[in-house]
């Protein structure tokens, strides 16, 4: 009975042990694994307020809501070449900065109007350089791209049919009907 009771013990503790790095997350990495780019966590936060000023919630999801950031993390650090990723994250540290010396704030710490004239100025081109306005140009288009391949947009806005018409199955060939 004690070795029982032993082996049981043992058990419950390598168990614990193994559930111990997962409660211990270090808070300055980003959400998902990255390869190529770093980006901490603080960073990574600007990128879900950024998408949701572009794409906002409504009767219909918003950025947010559908993930695009961890969309936008993704494309970049998988899909984008190293001088792309370099460029794309030293406009990350623009934007950052820009609106730290333009509302003495983070830019996730801004209210809704201070947030929009910052999209609205680079929307019209008038502020920063060119890693500036291509992080902008890459979010937005990401955003984008992240909204229309998703479930909600594919199931209630623009619904997909993997095959058009009417689906007949089994018929021999000289009793086949097109629709």
Do not use: W
């Amino acid at each position: 009975m004690q070795r029982r009771t032993a082996i049981k013990q043992l058990a419950f503790a390598s168990g614990a042990l193994l559930l111990v790095p997962s409660c211990l997350q270090d808070s300055g990495k980003a959400t998902i694994q990255l390869k190529k780019i770093n980006i901490d966590a603080d960073r990574e936060k600007v990128l879900p307020t950024l998408s949701e000023t572009i794409l906002p919630k409504t009767k219909a999801p918003g950025a947010i809501d559908i993930f695009a950031h961890l969309f936008i993390i993704k494309m970049v650090n998988d899909c984008y070449t190293s001088k792309n990723q370099q460029k794309f994250m030293s406009g990350l540290k623009s934007f950052i900065t820009k609106a730290r010396s333009d509302f003495n704030s983070t830019f996730v710490n801004c209210t809704t109007s201070q947030k929009e004239a910052i999209v609205t100025g680079l929307e019209e081109n008038k502020n920063g350089d060119n890693a500036f306005r291509f992080f902008y140009s890459s979010v937005k288009k990401l955003t984008i791209q992240a909204y229309t391949t998703s479930k909600f947009y594919v199931t209630k806005v623009q619904v997909y049919q993997l095959v058009p018409g009417k689906f007949q199955e089994c018929v021999p060939i000289d009793k086949f009907q097109a629709v």
